[in-house]
């Protein structure tokens, strides 16, 4: 029990099924780490930045809302949106970014701020794992 299986999944595709050492995830309660041999249980997650470690490399994956599976052996991850760095358009994610910015600015009623600041969220946690290629 040295790895574990490590599956993202979306609505549209898997983005990643590998044996990984250890994984990182932005939970709704905080970050929490998983190594091999962990307890099991099952938790929401929030947009955030998910890390996952193979040896000496650590990679990174921008998610958006979802669940956790944890078990001893496995990790399964069923997200709304999942991006790896490589995937990710930096340009789009910063204008995305300064579009949320400026709506915010125009003091919006509370349901267009609470999305416009969702949209900020999400385009900065992109531009974070993107600088990370």
Not at 64 to 79: C, F, N, P, R, S
Not at 97 to 104: D, P, Q
Request: charged share 35%; net charge negative; aromatic share 6%.
């Amino acid at each position: 029990m040295d790895k574990l299986m490590l599956e993202i999944v979306t609505p549209e595709k898997r983005v990643v099924r590998e044996e990984v050492d250890e994984v990182v995830c932005p939970g709704v309660e905080g970050e929490f780490g998983v190594l091999p041999g962990h307890t099991p249980f099952l938790t929401a997650l929030k947009i955030g930045e998910l890390s996952y470690r193979i040896g000496n490399e650590t990679r990174y994956i921008a998610i958006t809302w979802g669940y956790a599976e944890v078990d001893g052996t496995h990790v399964e991850i069923l997200a709304d949106m999942a991006e790896t760095a490589e995937e990710i358009d930096l340009r789009r994610a910063e204008e995305a970014k300064a579009k949320a910015e400026a709506a915010l600015r125009g003091m919006p009623e509370e349901l267009e701020f609470e999305k416009e600041q969702v949209s900020l969220e999400k385009a900065i946690i992109r531009i974070q794992v993107a600088g990370k290629k």
